[in-house]
């Protein structure tokens, strides 16, 4: 579970996976805030030795450039896109999540994101 700030609020949480420049994640949870988008890797426990979560994502929705999505036309048993594509400190970058419902998160993103870049041209 990620720490907020004090006045950051979770909109939505959902199990995901999550491809990032040829990696595959399988098994994490995607945080969406007021502010940011998280993704955070799921933790294990084993007989000797165990990992803590890791954040492997952590954008502020500010630096968010395109968020699109794609559902196939046969809806059962068929994955669900929702691509994210941001600013980073070395250029653009993309991470695709495999989620149930992309255009709800399609839609809070882009009402967020331009709530979020407002917020960030007048400070």
Not at 10 to 28: C, I, V
Not at 30 to 56: M, N, P, Q, V, W
Request: charged share 35%; glycine share 4%.
């Amino acid at each position: 579970m990620p720490i907020y700030d004090s006045d950051e609020h979770e909109l939505l949480s959902e199990k995901s996976k999550m491809t990032r420049g040829g990696d595959q994640y399988d098994k994490g949870t995607l945080f969406l805030t007021d502010k940011r988008i998280i993704y955070e890797e799921k933790g294990h426990r084993g007989l000797l030795r165990a990992a803590s979560s890791k954040i492997l994502l952590d954008i502020q929705l500010y630096n968010l450039i395109n968020v699109s999505t794609a559902i196939p036309k046969i809806k059962l048993w068929t994955k669900k896109m929702l691509s994210v594509e941001f600013e980073t400190q070395n250029g653009t970058d993309r991470a695709t999540f495999t989620i149930k419902d992309p255009k709800k998160w399609h839609d809070e993103m882009m009402k967020w994101t331009t709530d979020a870049k407002r917020r960030h041209d007048q400070d």
